[in-house]
């Protein structure tokens, strides 16, 4: 054995020794002994060796085991012992441990002496709870054990020791992790707690060499003195024992092993450690703690303390998996005694419910280490659960709630920080927390702080926490600042805090009493209590939380005392000094109050300032918030008397400040007089003072009541506002009304009284403007009227005695003071008073407002001297009068300007005019006098007056405009055309030319107005003739034809702005639109509302006449363009001789010509669609609702429409249109939706079409429902023999197949469908009637579907009863028939009346029927024969030797060796998913019980009665049973027997093997290792089949060993290379990421007869796993030779150390490898048949050259740069060609041409064209019979290339078998044109039928090849899509490589025989046949 020194590091021989064999001779033993000191000694047979003892040791210990057995007397071991030196593995820790291990005690424990009990077993717990352990039992072994058997530095170990025991088993990482000191491999998985070498260091405080036995398996003994474990040393401190290796060793030191309890716990599936306790003589370089016998017992006593007991209750409450602790003593007797066992309970579901919700979390938080989620995408979750944890004594009651992921929203700072902390390479965390709190306990919790086990940190809160926490390796306080303390405060606010309040909401639901409210108040947490800053956070956080998720969490109160939760936002709480009486109130208003003081005051701590307590502010805004309506008594109210009523306005009042009453808006508090109660309203004051009550004698509830008005008072200068206030002007005016009964002489001078008392004369004005609807200014007529009214009377005080005398003579009303004047009010006190609001008559524009408004005016009776005295009064007041038009009108109304003839008029009814120079008078003065003018004389003085009321000098324009005119209709037609020519000649250039833009534009319109052009006996404006130049103008009746005289081009330009009808108003449009109708030709109806559309489109109308306009039906419908018939049958929804509309049409689309034939195909029967010349602009397409598209639901009720109207029979011109219809349709409906939902309208609408009958299979006559069609049928299924049950999804709807599947097509046949048929054959014939032949056919074919569809994966039959098919061909129940699964039996018991079932193989069944029929259920399961007839033996003569006999003896042994077992599983073909199963079936040969014998004969027995003449004499026969076998052989004189002997014992062998699974075993393989004499013959076969894997070279690395960096660049890529047997190799893990050492067992074959490609070939392999691997040259690197690899490091090591060094050396081999790279990028890429090469090629060659994994060296980097630009160049240069694409794809190519092509019409059906076709001979169409021609050449070369790639052989033959019928297809379509049924039919058998009819066809050459493909077991039906596989088998072997190039070689030979035939009529490229 070759093992490597640990201190210089070399490579030593170690001599090894088997045991010696035993003699009596003690002499020449101690011959032997020395003679062999030093040497190898040669194993003796049978026995076994250890390679680990040395030979002297190993000698004497095996003498005296054996002669112990022998029955000898024994000398004393313990002299014998002293020569045993046992030998370990290296193992231990890297670095100097002593000192390490002291340093992390020491770090661990800090100033204290040192840890405690507990401590050590918390981390011990911790561990357990790591590796999954569900029990964990200490074992205090009191005992001192024997140490004769031991070695000798042993000795001091085999006293007392803790003991700790669990049911979980180390695995090889974790042996790999323990041994490391400080950094645990734990601290990246955040599913373990601890870290392996910190915590676990504590059990150094007890003992000096802790000790593990790991299943039985391993042990393992660290030793930091390097004194327990020979040849442990500083690197490795320790020692490991693989017990199944080294099986002595036990039975060496039997005394050292005894201290695993053996005996007292199980070893299988479990860990111990053992920890010696130190003794009192110990030297330890650790720990000075030793343990004397009292101190023994003092642990005893801790172990039996309460406080212990109690330790263990709370360890349990957050463990992961650890559910039991049991503590118990082991007293010197060896007895073991039970102390304590904790266990904790919990219902099952909500474990269930925890551990789903941990994984998940778990599997989410590795996705959010790898960056493929966000922090706030982890899924959050919370679960509370009741707890107990018990013993013998106590038992606790726990609630506890679990909350999982992030609650609340994250800020910024912390999602940063999230993302950055989970994205490095340090220990993750879990966002995990849990709260935890005693239930039925009067006495607080002592907290603390968990991270799953209970932490030495208090919190000071009610509440147990447990969380992920980043705690210090000391485990006594956890991080605060750096990236941990970040992650802990996370983990406070996001989880623990949310936490919190989830278990406070949860242990709410619980409460029913006050009782329980007080528990629920003892773990409300108090942050005073917190123990330091960051618990204090907690609570904070705690109630922040609560009113941030607004949680249900707060007690409250109810009327009738009951307690219920609401949110902290929705209650009121009550103060630390509350009123009761409010609190009552509040309580029957139904408010919800928290009485609990303590838990608002909690809230106030936390600094909470949002929630609402009971004060003045809070309960008046709660009154308010009641929004109550009162109007009612004060008793019927919640106040019930004023007492109550002052009291709440006491506490509200007396918070009130500045006595600001507005507060009491909306509150339920006002009380008036009449003791009503209503609301306090701005908008309804009341008023506290009472002695102007008489001015409002009909409101007596304005007022308060006495006794509350008590509490109201205003100061001196306070201004009263809000609800409560003091009369004044403006309340009374607002209260008072304009006119009352009430309201006499008395009244009115009352209010004057008032109005003198209370106003101000300076502010008078604004002090009255409340009561100006009052009464009180007295008039001239003896009237008194408001100040309102009086506001347009004269008040003539001011004014002037001549104007006195004016006024007075016309009779105007003025103000008359004598009317209420007396001693106390004054004629002066109402002047003054009532002037402010009246007309002052000293103004003159007063005056004239007075005397428009006074109707009693008259101003008629204005004298000649009146008149001047107005115009100069007037004349004062112009400005006035010129800036208001109502003045100028009264102005004019006046009878005071003088005309030419000295008269004075008014200009009420006239317009006076000042004529302008320029105008000639003759003939004016008339029109004028006619028109109501009058010419006025020129008075200058009063210029400005006249101005002021607009008479002015005209110009032309305006005379026009004003006087002529009005007058032209009256003038002669002479005079008509001489004015209109002069304003076309003269009036026109002047208006352009000086007027503004406004005269301009008067002018025109009145031009446009003016009747002007004679029609019919009348005049009429421009505006009603039409200009002849606009063609849509004639669709009007209304507009006239242009005169002659005036439609040339010198009268339309100005005709055309005088109003000529030039453009469409919105109305008009509409009026064209329903012209349009009654028009004559259709030709001109289309040209008419095509300028219509245009019209609409680019005009600019309003949206409600384009939407009268779609609604008009003015649009003359195209044809739709389908068959006639089916037209008919199916009519249009508008029939062709009417007109559409456009509302909700389809409208045609430019770009896309074929939409508008589609659009007519969609919906024809539902929808009206646009002819293609019906272009509409996109707000008429919006406003009409026009889509481009049809809805789903339109296209769906379309096909039901036509479905329901076409009859049975159609012909074949509408057949082929109906299906065109119906791809149109489906084509469509793929489209507009995909999401399948049941909530989406348009997938509802596309599933009713579940029973519409739209498909067309078998003939045109025959139409079936989505649900009747298989849209995958099995290729071995035909469906014509299953008709008409169902039918096979016909060829051309292939691509609807996901449509179909939606809509009730089912994908593949069910079990419970193959049922259905039989069941229906069975109604159709009973259990009587024979099947005829077809139906024969059919059952078998529904026999096979059922059974094969049963054997896939999820399948299962639900359907009962089942009927199958007998022998005799009659319908049966299945539990009626009997399974013949022995031909023997069958024949032995014929004529016992059995009812066989038929036979499956017959049904094209490959398995048994025995194993078939248990795939049925039980209730339905036929019996098997061999069940109710049973084979019984009987040994008549056994063999003589009995059980010593060598003959069996030697067959037992060989069944149950290990070798035997390994050679079996190298032979076997297992895939790797079976492997364990498979492991598991090969021990049952160790269980086999093998019996020799001369005779042995076999009878029948039924039902327990012998079967005569049934006996038969054997030579093997086997019993299998479920735990064990037994094996009866013939005896023979040596092994291994007769042949005959040998081969059924293989068989016996197999069947025991594959009693449960079928396992491929090659039986002539097991006689071969059967026929092998020793266990060396099994070694040497396996070699030659090249399937050892025994190491050659024991100093390479084990496969299986990860290759380090180091020497990663030893290993080569490049798949071309060829690997040989025991050649070592590197191979790319599944992971990507690592490399591990493998060796190649040998080269799959893969063909014969065919050079294969290296890239291709595929190899077995050894990976360390104990089975080979199978894999492909890519996957594999090879090994360079040592030296040029030396060679390359040495250069390499150089370039780093100094570029410049060795530059021509290295540059020579980055270049060499760069050439490497882009040599096979280019092979792997050029080549087409590599494609599927090229992405794991690309992997391995990132993979080894990425600097990450190669190392960071020159090389890695300048290689790397060069792969990434080679990879993106031969990418983009060897893009996948057309000939790459997928089969299905190019089938799918050919199916569109094919579905486009159109056979011409025939008038006689195919039937009838078949049935002629011998007959006469028909023109073909070569045309159409070319895509299909084409495509078989395609398909063959897709063929070929499968085929050189040495995959898909199965694949390549159905293509094969795909050319030849798409061969034979477009022959037929050739020679006669036969294109209906021909894609779909899928038998070459029918096709051949066809040809044959056809004249000088080459039928019996064809037939011959199609022969030929028979006998190879290849046609349509056996070579199947990989698609259409029914589940997942083993590829078939019979299509290889040899069958497929021979159904190439046929399929050739069949195309030249076609394309000979069809006599170059269509001519075949030979390029690609070349080529294949």
């Given at each position: 054995m070759a093992t490597r020194d640990c201190k210089t590091g070399k490579v030593r021989n170690t001599a090894?020794?088997?045991?010696?064999?035993?003699?009596?001779?003690?002499?020449?033993?101690?011959?032997?002994?020395?003679?062999?000191?030093?040497?190898?000694?040669?194993?003796?047979?049978?026995?076994?060796?250890?390679?680990?003892?040395?030979?002297?040791?190993?000698?004497?210990?095996?003498?005296?085991?054996?002669?112990?057995?022998?029955?000898?007397?024994?000398?004393?071991?313990?002299?014998?012992?002293?020569?045993?030196?046992?030998?370990?593995?290296?193992?231990?820790?890297?670095?100097?441990?002593?000192?390490?291990?002291?340093?992390i005690i020491t770090q661990y424990v800090g100033d204290r002496d040192g840890c405690g009990?507990?401590?050590?077993?918390?981390?011990?717990?911790?561990?357990?709870?790591?590796?999954?352990?569900?029990?964990?039992?200490?074992?205090?072994?009191?005992?001192?054990?024997?140490?004769?058997?031991?070695?000798?530095?042993w000795k001091s170990m085999q006293g007392p020791a803790l003991c700790v025991h669990n049911n979980s088993v180390f695995t090889e990482k974790d042996i790999e992790s323990i041994q490391k000191l400080g950094v645990g491999s734990k601290s990246i998985d955040p599913d373990k707690t601890g870290q392996f070498g910190i915590g676990f260091n504590v059990v150094y405080q007890l003992t000096d060499c802790p000790i593990l036995l790991s299943d039985h398996k391993d042990i393992c003994m660290f030793d930091p003195h390097l004194k327990y474990v020979p040849g442990a040393c500083d690197e490795r401190p320790g020692g490991h024992v693989d017990l199944q290796q080294d099986t002595n060793f036990a039975k060496l030191f039997p005394d050292?092993?005894?201290?695993?309890?053996?005996?007292?716990?199980?070893?299988?599936?479990?860990?111990?450690?053992?920890?010696?306790?130190?003794?009192?003589?110990?030297?330890?370089?650790?720990?000075?703690?030793?343990?004397?016998?009292?101190?023994?017992?003092?642990?005893?006593?801790?172990?039996?303390?309460?406080?212990?007991?109690?330790?263990?209750?709370?360890?349990?409450?957050?463990?992961?998996?650890?559910?039991?602790?049991?503590?118990?003593?082991?007293?010197?007797?060896?007895?073991?005694?039970?102390?304590?066992?904790?266990?904790?309970?919990?219902?099952?579901?909500?474990?269930?419910?925890?551990?789903?919700?941990?994984?998940?979390?778990?599997?989410?938080?590795?996705?959010?280490?790898?960056?493929?989620?966000?922090?706030?995408?982890?899924?959050?979750?919370?679960?509370?659960?009741?707890?107990?944890?018990?013993?013998?004594?106590?038992?606790?009651?726990?609630?506890?709630?679990?909350?999982?992921?992030?609650?609340?929203?994250?800020?910024?700072?912390?999602?940063?920080?999230?993302?950055?902390?989970?994205?490095?390479?340090?220990?993750?965390?879990?966002?995990?927390?849990?709260?935890?709190?005693?239930?039925?306990?009067?006495?607080?919790?002592?907290?603390?702080?968990?991270?799953?086990?209970?932490?030495?940190?208090?919190?000071?809160?009610?509440?147990h926490i447990n969380g992920h926490f980043a705690i210090h390796s000391s485990r006594r306080s956890i991080w605060e600042h750096t990236s941990f303390g970040k992650w802990n405060r996370v983990l406070r606010d996001y989880i623990i805090g949310p936490a919190y309040c989830h278990l406070l909401m949860d242990f709410s639901k619980e409460v029913r009493s006050p009782a329980d409210v007080k528990r629920w108040l003892r773990i409300l947490p108090e942050m005073v209590k917190a123990k330091d800053e960051y618990f204090a956070s907690l609570v904070g956080r705690v109630y922040e939380y609560m009113v941030e998720a607004d949680l249900p969490i707060v007690p409250v109160s109810t009327q009738d005392g009951t307690i219920s939760f609401c949110s902290p936002n929705k209650c009121l709480f009550s103060p630390a000094q509350s009123n009761q009486v409010v609190e009552a109130v509040l309580l029957k208003l139904n408010q919800k109050v928290c009485i609990y003081s303590e838990v608002g005051l909690k809230f106030k701590m936390a600094t909470i300032n949002k929630l609402k307590f009971i004060n003045s502010v809070v309960v008046l805004d709660c009154l308010k918030s009641l929004n109550l309506q009162l109007s009612q008594p004060l008793s019927k109210t919640a106040f019930t008397d004023t007492a109550t009523l002052n009291t709440m306005l006491g506490f509200i009042l007396g918070e009130v400040a500045s006595r600001d009453y507005g507060v009491l808006e909306g509150a339920p508090l006002c009380l008036t007089s009449d003791l009503t109660l209503r609301l306090f309203s701005t908008s309804s004051p009341v008023f506290i003072d009472s002695e102007y009550s008489s001015l409002l004698p009909e409101l007596p509830h304005m007022f308060l009541h006495a006794d509350v008005a008590s509490n109201f008072s205003f100061a001196t200068n306070q201004k009263p506002s809000g609800p409560i206030r003091s009369l004044n002007f403006a309340q009374l005016g607002e209260l008072l009304p304009a006119t009352a009964e009430y309201m006499d002489y008395k009244w009115t001078k009352q209010l004057w009284a008032f109005v003198k008392t209370h106003a101000i004369k300076s502010e008078i004005t604004q002090q009255l403007s409340p009561l100006l609807h009052l009464p009180l200014v007295p008039l001239s007529d003896g009237r008194v009227v408001s100040l309102k009214d009086a506001s347009q009377i004269l008040s003539m005080a001011e004014a002037s005695k001549n104007m006195q005398t004016v006024t007075e003579a016309m009779g105007v009303l003025r103000l008359n003071p004598t009317l209420l004047s007396d001693e106390k009010l004054t004629k002066s006190d109402i002047n003054h008073l009532s002037t402010p609001f009246m007309l002052n008559g000293a103004l003159p524009s007063s005056f004239l407002?007075?005397?428009?408004?006074?109707?009693?005016?008259?101003?008629?009776?204005?004298?000649?001297?009146?008149?001047?005295?107005?115009?100069?009064?007037?004349?004062?007041?112009?400005?006035?009068?010129?800036?208001?038009?109502?003045?100028?009108?009264?102005?004019?109304?006046?009878?005071?300007?003088?005309?030419?003839?000295?008269?004075?008029?008014?200009?009420?009814?006239?317009?006076?005019?000042?004529?302008?120079?320029?105008?000639p008078t003759h003939g004016v003065a008339q029109w004028m006098e006619k028109s109501h003018c009058i010419l006025l004389k020129e008075k200058t003085v009063y210029n400005t007056l006249y101005e002021a009321i607009g008479l002015e000098k005209k110009n032309a324009v305006e005379v026009y405009l004003d006087d002529i005119f009005p007058s032209f209709q009256q003038f002669d037609a002479e005079l008509r055309l001489a004015h209109l020519a002069s304003i076309r000649t003269s009036v026109l250039p002047l208006l352009e030319a000086y007027a503004d833009s406004v005269t301009q534009e008067r002018f025109w319109s009145r031009l446009q107005l003016l009747p002007c052009i004679p029609y019919k006996m009348e005049l009429l404006p421009a505006s009603h003739f039409k200009d002849p130049e606009v063609e849509l103008l004639s669709l009007l009746p209304h507009l006239h034809t242009l005169p002659l005289m005036f439609a040339d081009d010198e009268w339309l330009p100005f005709l055309r702005k005088a109003g000529l009808k030039v453009s469409i108003t919105e109305c008009e449009l509409l009026q064209c639109a329903d012209a349009v109708t009654n028009l004559t030709t259709a030709e001109f109806s289309e040209t008419k509302a095509k300028l219509i559309l245009e019209t609409a489109s680019n005009g600019t109308f309003s949206k409600e006449t384009l939407k009268k306009?779609?609604?008009?039906?003015?649009?003359?419908?195209?044809?739709?363009?389908?068959?006639?018939?089916?037209?008919?049958?199916?009519?249009?929804?508008?029939?062709?001789?009417?007109?559409?509309?456009?509302?909700?049409?389809?409208?045609?689309?430019?770009?896309?010509?074929?939409?508008?034939?589609?659009?007519?195909?969609?919906?024809?029967?539902?929808?009206?669609?646009?002819?293609?010349?019906?272009?509409?602009?996109?707000?008429?397409?919006?406003?009409a609702a026009a889509e481009s598209r049809p809805t789903v639901a339109d296209v769906c009720q379309h096909m039901k429409n036509l479905c329901d109207s076409l009859p049975d029979k159609i012909s074949l011109s509408t057949f082929k249109s109906f299906r065109k219809v119906v791809h149109y349709c489906l084509d469509y409906l793929q489209n507009p939706c995909k999401c399948m939902k049941r909530k989406c309208d348009n997938c509802a609408v596309i599933k009713s079409l579940k029973h519409t009958p739209f498909i067309c299979v078998k003939n045109r006559h025959l139409r079936v429902k989505p649900t009747q069609i298989i849209l995958h049928m099995p290729a071995d299924i035909d469906a014509d023999l299953l008709y008409p049950y169902v039918f096979n999804r016909p060829t051309d709807m292939a691509k609807y197949d996901d449509l179909l599947h939606y809509i009730g097509a089912a994908s593949t046949p069910s079990p419970d469908l193959y049922a259905e048929i039989l069941h229906s054959l069975w109604l159709d014939f009973g259990s009587s009637h024979t099947l005829q032949t077809n139906d024969k056919q059919t059952a078998?074919?529904?026999?096979?579907?059922?059974?094969?569809?049963?054997?896939?994966?999820?399948?299962?039959?639900?359907?009962?009863?089942?009927?199958?098919?007998?022998?005799?061909?009659?319908?049966?129940?299945?539990?009626?028939?009997?399974?013949?699964?022995?031909?023997?039996?069958?024949?032995?018991?014929?004529?016992?009346?059995?009812?066989?079932?038929?036979?499956?193989?017959?049904?094209?069944?490959?398995?048994?029927?025995?194993?078939?029929?248990?795939?049925?259920?039980?209730?339905?399961?036929?019996?098997?024969?061999?069940?109710?007839?049973?084979?019984?033996?009987?040994?008549?003569?056994?063999?003589?030797?009995?059980?010593d006999c060598p003959f069996y003896g030697t067959y037992e042994a060989r069944l149950h060796s290990d070798k035997f077992k390994q050679a079996l599983w190298l032979i076997s073909r297992v895939s790797e998913n079976k492997r364990d199963e498979f492991s598991n079936d090969l021990g049952r040969l160790k269980l086999v019980e093998v019996t020799c014998f001369h005779h042995l004969y076999g009878y029948l027995s039924e039902q327990g009665r012998t079967l005569e003449n049934s006996m038969i004499e054997k030579i093997t026969h086997v019993e299998n049973t479920l735990g064990s076998a037994k094996l009866y052989i013939q005896h023979c004189d040596a092994y291994p027997g007769i042949a005959a002997l040998v081969n059924e014992v293989a068989a016996a062998i197999k069947s025991i093997v594959c009693y449960n699974e079928n396992y491929y075993i090659d039986s002539g393989a097991i006689v071969d290792l059967l026929n092998c004499a020793s266990e060396e013959d099994i070694d040497q076969y396996l070699i030659e089949q090249g399937l050892n894997t025994r190491e050659d070279d024991m100093s390479r690395p084990k496969p299986g060993t990860i290759i380090s960096k180091d020497v990663r660049d030893l290993f080569l890529y490049n798949p071309d290379m060829v690997f040989q047997p025991k050649e070592y190799v590197g191979y790319a893990m599944k992971n990507g990421e690592d490399l591990i050492y493998a060796k190649v067992i040998r080269e799959t074959e893969q063909g014969e007869g065919e050079e294969i490609k290296p890239i291709l070939r595929v190899y077995d392999i050894d990976t360390g796993r104990g089975y080979p691997v199978q894999v492909n040259s890519t996957d594999l690197f090879k090994e360079s030779r040592r030296q040029s690899f030396d060679e390359c490091r040495q250069i390499m090591i150089s370039n780093k150390k100094s570029p410049a060094h060795s530059a021509k050396q290295g540059n020579a081999i980055v270049e060499e490898a760069k050439r490497t790279v882009t040599k096979l990028l280019n092979e792997v890429y050029s080549d087409p048949t590599l494609w599927k090469q090229r992405d794991k090629v690309k992997k391995m060659l990132l993979l080894k050259w990425h600097p990450d994994k190669a190392g960071d060296s020159i090389l890695a980097n300048e290689v790397f740069k060069h792969l990434k630009s080679e990879i993106d160049r031969v990418e983009e240069k060897y893009s996948l060609s057309d000939d790459e694409d997928s089969v299905e794809e190019q089938v799918y190519e050919w199916e569109e041409v094919d579905a486009n092509h159109k056979p011409p019409a025939t008038k006689k059906d195919q039937t009838d064209q078949l049935a002629d076709s011998e007959s006469a001979a028909m023109k073909g169409d070569i045309e159409a019979a070319q895509p299909w021609l084409k495509q078989a050449e395609c398909d063959l070369v897709t063929a070929q290339h499968l085929i050189d790639a040495n995959t898909g052989y199965e694949w390549a033959a159905h293509i094969c078998c795909e050319v030849i019928r798409k061969l034979m297809v477009g022959t037929i379509i050739a020679k006669q044109d036969?294109?209906?049924?021909?894609?779909?039919?899928?038998?070459?058998?029918?096709?051949?039928?066809?040809?044959?009819?056809?004249?000088?066809?080459?039928?019996?050459?064809?037939?011959?090849?199609?022969?030929?493909?028979?006998?190879?077991?290849?046609?349509?039906?056996?070579?199947?899509?990989?698609?259409?596989?029914?589940?997942?088998?083993?590829?078939?072997?019979?299509?290889?490589?040899?069958?497929?190039?021979?159904?190439?070689?046929?399929?050739?030979?069949?195309?030249?025989?076609?394309?000979?035939?069809?006599?170059?009529?269509?001519?075949?490229?030979?390029?690609?046949?070349?080529?294949?």
């Open positions: 090894t020794i088997k045991p010696l064999q035993s003699t009596h001779n003690s002499s020449r033993d101690a011959k032997a002994e020395d003679s062999v000191k030093g040497k190898r000694l040669p194993a003796q047979p049978g026995q076994k060796t250890n390679p680990k003892i040395k030979v002297d040791s190993q000698k004497v210990c095996n003498e005296k085991i054996k002669a112990h057995q022998d029955g000898e007397k024994v000398l004393d071991f313990s002299a014998h012992m002293e020569a045993v030196r046992p030998c370990f593995n290296k193992f231990g820790q890297h670095e100097p441990a002593t000192v390490r291990i002291k340093n009990i507990e401590e050590l077993i918390k981390e011990l717990l911790q561990n357990s709870d790591d590796s999954q352990a569900t029990e964990i039992h200490f074992v205090l072994d009191k005992r001192t054990l024997p140490n004769s058997r031991v070695w000798k530095e050292f092993m005894a201290g695993f309890l053996r005996g007292q716990v199980s070893h299988a599936g479990s860990t111990i450690f053992r920890l010696p306790l130190r003794q009192p003589n110990a030297n330890s370089q650790i720990c000075d703690m030793t343990f004397s016998p009292p101190d023994v017992e003092a642990m005893e006593a801790t172990f039996q303390s309460v406080e212990f007991r109690m330790f263990l209750h709370s360890s349990l409450l957050f463990t992961k998996h650890l559910g039991q602790v049991t503590v118990s003593v082991m007293g010197s007797d060896g007895k073991l005694q039970k102390k304590v066992e904790v266990r904790r309970l919990m219902p099952h579901s909500k474990q269930q419910q925890l551990a789903s919700m941990q994984k998940k979390l778990l599997y989410e938080c590795k996705l959010l280490a790898a960056g493929k989620i966000k922090p706030q995408q982890v899924t959050t979750g919370s679960l509370s659960y009741s707890m107990q944890t018990e013993d013998d004594y106590l038992k606790n009651d726990w609630f506890i709630n679990q909350t999982f992921g992030l609650h609340g929203l994250l800020n910024a700072e912390d999602y940063k920080f999230l993302l950055s902390f989970y994205g490095e390479e340090s220990k993750k965390f879990l966002p995990i927390a849990g709260i935890a709190t005693k239930l039925h306990t009067k006495s607080l919790l002592s907290s603390h702080v968990y991270s799953f086990l209970p932490l030495p940190i208090k919190t000071g809160l009610p509440v407002k007075a005397i428009d408004m006074d109707n009693t005016c008259n101003v008629k009776k204005i004298k000649m001297e009146h008149a001047e005295i107005l115009l100069q009064y007037l004349n004062l007041d112009h400005e006035a009068i010129k800036s208001d038009v109502d003045l100028q009108k009264t102005t004019m109304s006046l009878p005071i300007f003088e005309d030419v003839d000295g008269i004075y008029k008014s200009l009420k009814d006239n317009s006076g005019v000042i004529l302008d120079s320029c105008i306009l779609c609604e008009i039906k003015f649009i003359p419908q195209d044809s739709v363009p389908v068959d006639s018939t089916l037209l008919e049958l199916s009519p249009s929804v508008i029939p062709s001789t009417q007109y559409m509309s456009l509302q909700q049409a389809l409208m045609y689309e430019n770009d896309k010509h074929r939409h508008v034939f589609r659009h007519c195909v969609l919906c024809w029967t539902t929808r009206t669609v646009l002819p293609n010349w019906a272009v509409l602009s996109t707000d008429l397409s919006e406003i078998s074919l529904a026999v096979y579907g059922l059974f094969t569809s049963l054997c896939q994966q999820g399948q299962r039959l639900t359907m009962q009863p089942l009927c199958l098919p007998s022998d005799k061909a009659l319908m049966s129940l299945s539990t009626e028939l009997v399974v013949p699964d022995s031909e023997s039996l069958v024949k032995t018991i014929k004529d016992r009346g059995y009812q066989y079932m038929c036979s499956l193989s017959s049904c094209s069944l490959t398995k048994p029927a025995k194993e078939l029929i248990f795939y049925l259920p039980e209730a339905v399961r036929p019996k098997l024969l061999s069940q109710l007839v049973k084979e019984q033996v009987v040994v008549n003569t056994p063999c003589d030797l009995s059980l036969i294109t209906t049924e021909l894609e779909s039919t899928r038998l070459n058998t029918k096709l051949f039928e066809t040809i044959r009819r056809i004249p000088n066809a080459p039928s019996d050459q064809l037939a011959v090849h199609l022969m030929e493909l028979n006998k190879l077991k290849v046609d349509e039906t056996t070579t199947r899509q990989p698609g259409t596989f029914l589940r997942n088998a083993i590829p078939s072997q019979v299509f290889d490589k040899e069958i497929c190039m021979k159904v190439k070689d046929l399929t050739i030979a069949i195309k030249s025989l076609l394309s000979e035939f069809l006599n170059n009529s269509q001519p075949m490229t030979d390029a690609n046949t070349s080529k294949d």
